[in-house]
């Protein structure tokens, strides 16, 4: 069965001086608090996106590691099972290899390099269209990052002003927990987080199947994510600077699962995001 998760990434929006925000896609465990492997990722996440790195195994195994998007990745990458069972995509415990997780998230990384142009945490502000497949999301976003500390989802820098552009051993560190209106010049997140769940039915592998085969033959699927940056602290206008990345599935199903199409637009009722 071939379901597949189509990517296109693009930064737009920029004027001369403005920083640059990139949007960086990944796929990685359930980003549910306190559960699996999540706080682990998080941070091997943070340094491959300061290292601008695609993957590093050396920093640890699956389902640890990380790994940007690049090609196809399948629907059984996107659903997340926390407080419901354990998986890892798409097999669902005893037969996982890694048996306390909960499923998996689509993760929109972000990397802002701004050189001599400083910005705030509280500048940030994120959308989506999550609100097109969870009625329950329609009309929450854009919502600002106003409010929230440089803590351990961030790496923030202060340029030194020798190479600005360029991260470089002379630029200092931001202390975790400083307050997110503190002036800085890079910062890099491990990014907002979406994903599907389980429609349930059966043992929990039937569930993972059914969700699987859902979400491919239901209408097509494009969870599109935008950070920008406001000229004011709190507001939730774009400014110059915006990045966005769109992820789009699309399917050739085989005959055996066009008896499930009506669960695909069921499915498509369980977009989901998570900050935490």
Same mark, same amino acid.
């Given at each position: 069965?071939?379901?597949?998760?189509?990517?296109?990434?693009?930064?737009?929006?920029?004027?001369?001086?403005?920083?640059?925000?990139?949007?960086?896609?990944?796929?990685?465990?359930?980003?549910?608090?306190?559960?699996?492997?999540?706080?682990?990722?998080?941070?091997?996440? &943070?340094?491959?996106?300061?290292?601008?790195?695609?993957?590093?195994?050396?920093?640890?195994?699956?389902?640890?590691?990380?790994?940007?998007?690049?090609?196809?990745?399948?629907?059984?990458?996107?659903?997340?099972?926390?407080?419901?069972?354990?998986?890892?995509?798409?097999?669902?415990?005893?037969?996982?290899p890694f048996a306390n997780e909960y499923g998996n998230n689509l993760y929109f990384g972000l990397k802002i390099m701004g050189g001599a142009e400083s910005?705030?945490?509280?500048?940030?502000?994120?959308?989506?269209?999550?609100?097109?497949?969870?009625?329950?999301?329609a009309g929450t976003t854009p919502f600002s990052f106003n409010g929230d500390n440089y803590d351990s989802r961030f790496i923030a820098y202060l340029d030194d002003?020798?190479?600005?552009?360029?991260?470089?051993?002379?630029?200092?560190?931001?202390?975790?927990?400083?307050?997110?209106?503190?002036?800085?010049?890079?910062?890099?997140?491990?990014?907002?987080?979406?994903?599907?769940?389980? &429609?349930?039915?059966?043992?929990?592998?039937?569930?993972?199947?059914?969700?699987?085969?859902?979400?491919?033959?239901?209408?097509?699927?494009? &969870?599109?994510?935008?950070?920008?940056?406001?000229?004011?602290?709190?507001?939730?206008?774009?400014?110059?600077?915006?990045?966005?990345?769109?992820?789009?599935?699309?399917?050739?199903?085989?005959?055996?699962?066009?008896?499930?199409?009506?669960?695909? &637009?069921?499915?498509?009722?369980?977009?989901?995001?998570?900050?935490?």
């Amino acid at each position: 069965m071939r379901k597949t998760l189509s990517l296109l990434v693009a930064v737009a929006g920029l004027s001369f001086g403005a920083p640059v925000i990139t949007v960086i896609p990944s796929i990685g465990p359930s980003s549910a608090p306190g559960v699996g492997s999540a706080p682990d990722y998080d941070a091997n996440a &943070l340094q491959a996106l300061v290292q601008g790195l695609t993957s590093n195994s050396t920093f640890g195994t699956a389902p640890s590691f990380y790994t940007t998007v690049s090609g196809p990745v399948s629907a059984n990458q996107v659903i997340d099972t926390a407080f419901a069972f354990n998986s890892w995509l798409g097999v669902a415990s005893p037969g996982s290899p890694f048996a306390n997780e909960y499923g998996n998230n689509l993760y929109f990384g972000l990397k802002i390099m701004g050189g001599a142009e400083s910005f705030t945490l509280s500048q940030l502000v994120y959308s989506d269209n999550f609100g097109d497949y969870e009625p329950s999301l329609a009309g929450t976003t854009p919502f600002s990052f106003n409010g929230d500390n440089y803590d351990s989802r961030f790496i923030a820098y202060l340029d030194d002003g020798t190479t600005s552009g360029t991260l470089d051993a002379g630029d200092s560190l931001v202390a975790q927990d400083t307050l997110g209106s503190a002036a800085v010049n890079y910062l890099f997140y491990r990014g907002v987080s979406g994903f599907f769940l389980p &429609l349930g039915g059966g043992s929990n592998q039937e569930s993972l199947d059914n969700t699987v085969a859902a979400i491919g033959n239901g209408l097509p699927v494009n &969870l599109t994510a935008t950070y920008c940056l406001a000229d004011s602290a709190g507001s939730t206008v774009c400014g110059a600077a915006t990045g966005s990345a769109s992820a789009s599935l699309s399917a050739i199903p085989e005959p055996s699962t066009y008896a499930l199409m009506g669960l695909g &637009l069921a499915a498509l009722a369980y977009a989901r995001r998570r900050m935490a």
